[in-house]
């Protein structure tokens, strides 16, 4: 709708969003759809009293002519051509009246909780803001496709149906109706991604550049870039480099991407960049210049405290070494100690402390020391907390930097070698700046902070999502597929795991992974290396991978990619709060759906024809005597009476 179609007669659908009685001969009101509203003028008194009677969110086929609005009746601030122009009714049509109660009216300033909006989901998608988050997350998946296939790439489907594989997170196991000749049910595992497929496709040499927008599970607790499914961009390369490549130019012949890409995969680093800047432009209409940053584990540890570092504001998390006013004697000390922890140290300034609630933000948090620096301490804090007056550290007054009197200055313990995501000063650094930024006294920058972070740890036990499986054992902090630098391949050959970096790379974009890849494993020696010495699988999860061996056995060219989060990546571009904002039917934060309610239960008869009964039917059967058995599938199930399930044979 628009200015140029004045004059003319058409046809609109839409709902009846709203309803004005200006005179007994002039009534107004509002028809909308997911793109725009238009203005509906009645003068006919007959068509008016139909249109008050009809309730709201009912909806209407118009018939009318396209008159120019006056200009004190335009919207102010219009963005829509159809503000412009109005509608002079000749007659409607009632396709579907709407109930004269409904749970809520969506497009109205006050929006109804979460809980009632999620329940009628199909109600609050009416939201212009939901509808064109919808749009928006279309959009990007075209422009993805069609870079992709720009680049060579080959879109191809996954199963989805595959076996159960230890490589991470909990699976969501699908039962069959195909047990054992013993009884025993069997299952297919939902995947977590599509990695081993896709690493078979570029073994077989037909696809050597492949892509998939893929739907992935992992049953774990939902958060707000979390969902138990979820979207991913998979990309896989063939014969990627296996190390850091020259540092004078790029495959578009353009300045190098210096020298701190000093792992392999920078075929997967060139790509992922050119469809990003193009997503932003095609989106956002913003052209996003150069490389994007590069920074090791170790550095965005220690300087920030995380392993996806918000770079967007200056706050730093430092090794207590780095303090600029220590001693000689103190750093001496601090260089000579041989104890695997140190300490972390980070200053907010007299202008933000006052403006917090100091208290807060570390309660019930006993790792974090706080020390509030006067005139008469800022020389001596470091005796006031236990955590530096245990090193017997010093200051001198006459060197530059450091605290000032009205700043506060945190501290917390931490290892010297960095493991995990964060850091505990790491996770304060964001709470403050999120504190700063709701009271309004931080503006943080609108162009995006793109970040790679690479040479993460090859193994680690500091993964709680990985605990399950691991029980003790190393995990493989990627996947147990990523290869290692290969400047460390004779330490991991020596057995000294600890040290091993991998060629793992992650993209971070205003402090939120968006996307994590990694060169892979092509040799099967090696991998069986990592497998069976390294990660202590047994013979059976070894089993498991079996074919994935086998087709590295059969010649497979070096290789790596990348998956990227399409729903993390749509909801930022949409600004929206949490990835459910940019998912049609999302789950709740604990995995459920309410609008079609599941997960549910199924009634025994269904069941028997999986090989399996509900639990609380096999603890009715059991003799008195018989001590309870507890297990666990390793896959996260439930275990209450209610949803508990068992095999129809007691296994």
Same mark, same amino acid.
């Given at each position: 709708?628009?200015?140029?179609?004045?004059?003319?007669?058409?046809?609109?659908?839409?709902?009846?969003?709203?309803?004005?009685?200006?005179?007994? !001969?002039?009534?107004?009101?509002?028809?909308?759809?997911?793109?725009?509203?238009?203005?509906?003028?009645?003068?006919?008194?007959?068509?008016?009293?139909?249109?008050?009677?009809?309730?709201?969110?009912?909806?209407?086929?118009?018939?009318?002519?396209? !008159?120019?609005? !006056?200009?004190?009746?335009?919207?102010?601030?219009?963005?829509?051509?159809?503000?412009?122009?109005?509608?002079?009714?000749?007659?409607?049509?009632?396709?579907?009246?709407?109930?004269?109660?409904?749970?809520?009216?969506?497009?109205?300033?006050?929006?109804?909780?979460e809980d009632l909006r999620a329940q009628h989901r199909y109600l609050d998608l009416r939201r212009a803001d939901l509808a064109e988050n919808l749009k928006i997350r279309s959009k990007v998946a075209h422009t993805i496709r069609n870079y992709l296939h720009d680049q060579g790439f080959t879109e191809v489907e996954t199963p989805i149906l595959l076996n159960s594989s230890p490589e991470g997170a909990r699976e969501f196991l699908v039962p069959t109706r195909h047990p054992t000749s013993s009884g025993s049910p069997t299952f297919y595992a939902l995947p977590q991604s599509p990695q081993q497929p896709k690493q078979l496709l570029?073994?077989?040499?037909?696809?050597?550049?492949?892509?998939?927008?893929?739907?992935?599970?992992?049953?774990?607790?939902?958060?707000?870039?979390?969902?138990?499914?979820?979207?991913?961009?998979?990309?896989?390369?063939?014969?990627?480099?296996?190390?850091?490549?020259?540092?004078?130019?790029?495959?578009?012949?353009?300045?190098?991407?210096?020298?701190?890409?000093?792992?392999?995969?920078?075929?997967?680093?060139?790509?992922?960049?050119?469809?990003?800047?193009?997503?932003?432009?095609?989106?956002?209409?913003?052209?996003?210049?150069?490389?994007?940053?590069?920074?090791?584990?170790?550095?965005?540890?220690?300087?920030?405290?995380?392993?996806?570092?918000?770079?967007?504001?200056?706050?730093?998390?430092?090794?207590?070494?780095?303090?600029?006013?220590?001693?000689?004697?103190?750093?001496?000390?601090?260089?000579?100690?041989?104890?695997?922890?140190?300490?972390?140290?980070?200053?907010?300034?007299?202008?933000?402390?006052?403006?917090?609630?100091?208290?807060?933000?570390?309660?019930?948090?006993?790792?974090?020391?706080?020390?509030?620096?006067?005139?008469?301490?800022?020389?001596?804090?470091?005796?006031?907390?236990?955590?530096?007056?245990?090193?017997?550290?010093?200051?001198?007054?006459?060197?530059?930097?450091?605290?000032?009197?009205?700043?506060?200055?945190?501290?917390?313990?931490?290892?010297?070698?960095?493991?995990?995501?964060?850091?505990?000063?790491?996770?304060?650094?964001?709470?403050?700046?999120?504190?700063?930024?709701? !009271?309004?006294?931080?503006?943080?920058?609108?162009?995006?902070?793109?970040?790679?972070?690479?040479?993460?740890?090859?193994?680690?036990?500091?993964?709680?999502?990985?605990?399950?499986?691991?029980?003790?054992?190393?995990?493989?902090?990627?996947?147990?597929?990523?290869?290692?630098?290969?400047?460390?391949?004779?330490?991991?050959?020596?057995?000294?795991?600890?040290?091993?970096?991998?060629?793992?790379?992650?993209?971070?974009?205003?402090?939120?992974?968006?996307?994590?890849?990694?060169?892979?494993?092509?040799?099967?020696?090696?991998?069986?290396?990592?497998?069976?010495?390294?990660?202590?699988?047994?013979?059976?999860?070894?089993?498991?991978?079996?074919?994935?061996?086998?087709?590295?056995?059969?010649?497979?060219?070096?290789?790596?990619?990348?998956?990227?989060?399409?729903?993390?990546?749509?909801a930022i571009l949409c600004d929206a709060k949490s990835i459910r904002d940019v998912i049609a039917f999302p789950k709740t934060g604990t995995g459920v759906d309410p609008v079609f309610r599941s997960p549910s239960t199924s009634e025994p008869d269904a069941l028997k024809e999986y090989a399996l009964r509900p639990l609380r039917d096999a603890e009715h059967k059991k003799a008195p005597d018989t001590k309870d058995v507890k297990g666990s599938s390793g896959h996260g199930s439930g275990t209450n009476d209610s949803a508990g399930m068992t095999t129809e044979d007691g296994m």
């Open positions: 709708m628009s200015a140029a179609l004045e004059g003319r007669g058409v046809v609109l659908g839409g709902w009846l969003f709203s309803q004005r009685r200006a005179s007994e !001969k002039l009534h107004f009101f509002t028809l909308r759809d997911s793109s725009a509203s238009v203005q509906l003028v009645s003068r006919s008194p007959e068509l008016s009293e139909r249109l008050m009677a009809y309730p709201l969110e009912s909806v209407l086929l118009v018939e009318g002519v396209v !008159k120019a609005r !006056k200009q004190r009746a335009k919207a102010t601030g219009s963005v829509s051509s159809a503000d412009e122009v109005e509608i002079e009714l000749a007659n409607v049509t009632l396709l579907n009246p709407a109930d004269t109660n409904l749970p809520f009216y969506p497009n109205r300033p006050e929006l109804a909780n570029i073994a077989s040499g037909a696809v050597p550049r492949y892509y998939q927008i893929a739907r992935c599970f992992r049953d774990e607790d939902g958060r707000k870039d979390r969902q138990p499914e979820f979207t991913q961009v998979d990309l896989e390369v063939a014969f990627v480099d296996g190390a850091a490549p020259p540092s004078t130019t790029s495959q578009g012949g353009e300045q190098g991407m210096r020298s701190t890409w000093t792992i392999g995969g920078s075929q997967v680093r060139d790509v992922v960049e050119g469809m990003v800047k193009r997503i932003w432009k095609e989106v956002k209409g913003v052209d996003l210049e150069g490389w994007f940053r590069v920074m090791p584990y170790e550095v965005a540890m220690d300087v920030y405290g995380s392993d996806k570092p918000d770079t967007r504001f200056e706050m730093y998390t430092l090794p207590i070494g780095y303090y600029p006013a220590l001693s000689d004697e103190s750093l001496d000390r601090i260089l000579l100690d041989q104890s695997q922890y140190t300490v972390e140290w980070m200053i907010t300034p007299k202008e933000h402390a006052m403006a917090l609630d100091l208290k807060s933000l570390i309660a019930g948090n006993n790792f974090v020391h706080r020390v509030d620096i006067t005139d008469s301490n800022v020389h001596s804090w470091t005796s006031e907390s236990p955590l530096t007056q245990a090193l017997g550290l010093e200051l001198e007054g006459g060197r530059p930097g450091g605290a000032r009197p009205g700043d506060v200055v945190w501290l917390a313990q931490r290892k010297k070698i960095p493991e995990g995501g964060w850091t505990q000063l790491g996770r304060l650094r964001v709470q403050i700046m999120d504190a700063l930024v709701s !009271k309004g006294l931080v503006a943080l920058p609108s162009t995006p902070h793109f970040l790679w972070i690479t040479q993460f740890p090859l193994f680690t036990h500091a993964d709680e999502d990985k605990s399950f499986l691991s029980r003790g054992r190393w995990a493989s902090s990627h996947h147990p597929f990523t290869a290692p630098m290969w400047e460390d391949l004779a330490d991991l050959k020596k057995g000294k795991v600890e040290g091993v970096r991998g060629q793992h790379y992650d993209l971070v974009l205003n402090g939120q992974e968006i996307g994590g890849g990694s060169v892979r494993i092509h040799d099967p020696k090696l991998q069986e290396y990592v497998m069976r010495e390294v990660l202590q699988l047994t013979p059976e999860e070894m089993g498991r991978f079996s074919h994935l061996l086998q087709a590295l056995k059969c010649g497979a060219p070096p290789h790596g990619g990348i998956a990227l989060g399409f729903d993390r990546l749509v």
